[in-house]
C-alpha cells in the first residue's frame, strides 16, 4: 500500500509532479474549450431565436452535425486538414516543411465546437424557459433593450441554463482526454507513459480516475452554488 501511494508522490520515483501537470493542461484545455463552447453556444442560440432564415439553417445545420460525430473525427479533421491547408498555403511562398496546428489548439478546437453544439440548445432552452410577462414588465418600466437584456433576460437565462451548462463542462472534462490523440501532454497522456513506465497500469488508471471524480465532484459542488446564488428568492414547490 505504501510503495503504490509513493508512486503518486512529489519525491524521487513518484509521478505526482507529472500527474499534477497533466491535470493542469486537462483542466486548461477544458476551460478553454468552454469559452469557445459557450460563445458559439451564445451565437447559435441567438441565430435560432432571432436570426434570419439563413441564420437558422447554419445554426440547425451546425447543431445536427456536430452533435452527430465523434469529438476524436473532429480533432483528427481539425489537426490533419490544418496542416493540408497550412502546407498548401507555405507552397505558394516556397516552403515545403511541415506545418499544422499545434496539437492542444486543435483539440481545444474540436472538443469546443462539439460542445458548442450542445450549448446551442441549451441557452435556446433556457432562454424559451423565461416567462414572456418578466421580460414585457421590464417593458412596461421603460428599460431600454440592453438594460433588460443585462439586469432581466441574462441572469433568468443563466439561471435556467446552469444545469446544463455544467453538463457541457463535463463532457469537455472527459473530451480533452483526447487531446492526447495529438501529443498532447494531458492527463491520460501522462497516466499512459506512467503506467507504461512502471507496468503498473492498474494503479495508475484507478489514480487518473481518482482524479477526474475529485474535479467532477468539485464542479458538481461549485454549480450547485451558482444555482443557489441564481435561484435567490424563487420560491420552490
Known amino acids: 500500500m505504501t510503495d ?35 460563445l458559439l453556444g451564445a451565437l447559435g442560440a441567438n441565430a435560432k431565436l432571432m436570426g434570419g432564415r439563413s441564420a437558422r439553417v447554419v445554426a440547425e445545420a451546425y447543431t445536427t452535425v456536430l452533435r452527430g460525430v465523434p469529438e476524436l473525427l473532429v480533432i483528427f479533421l481539425l489537426y490533419f486538414g490544418s496542416s493540408s491547408v497550412l502546407s498548401g498555403v507555405a507552397g505558394l511562398f516556397n516552403y515545403d516543411g511541415f506545418l499544422a496546428l499545434p496539437g492542444f489548439a486543435a483539440g481545444v478546437l474540436a472538443i469546443g465546437v462539439v460542445e458548442g453544439a450542445q450549448m446551442v440548445e441549451v441557452f435556446r432552452g433556457a432562454f424559451l ?24 433576460v441574462a441572469p433568468l437565462t443563466m439561471r ?24 498532447v501532454a494531458e492527463l491520460m497522456r501522462q497516466t499512459e507513459v506512467a ?40 420560491v420552490r414547490a
Open 4 to 38: 503504490s501511494l509513493s508512486l503518486f508522490g512529489f519525491g524521487p520515483g513518484g509521478w505526482g509532479s507529472i500527474l499534477l501537470a497533466g491535470t493542469a493542461t486537462t483542466l486548461a484545455a477544458a476551460l478553454c474549450g468552454l469559452v469557445l463552447a459557450a
Open 129 to 152: 424557459a423565461v416567462k414572456p410577462g418578466e421580460i414585457e414588465a421590464a417593458k412596461a418600466c421603460g428599460m431600454g433593450r440592453m438594460l433588460r437584456f443585462r439586469r432581466i
Open 160 to 183: 435556467h441554463a446552469l444545469p446544463g451548462f455544467g453538463n457541457v463542462w463535463i463532457g469537455l472534462l472527459k473530451g480533452s482526454s483526447l487531446l492526447s490523440a495529438t501529443g
Open 195 to 234: 503506467a507504461g513506465s512502471t507496468r503498473l497500469p492498474f494503479n495508475f488508471y484507478l489514480g487518473a480516475a481518482a482524479i477526474y471524480i475529485t474535479i467532477t465532484v468539485t464542479s458538481g459542488l461549485f454549480f450547485q452554488a451558482a444555482e443557489r446564488r441564481f435561484s435567490r428568492g424563487v
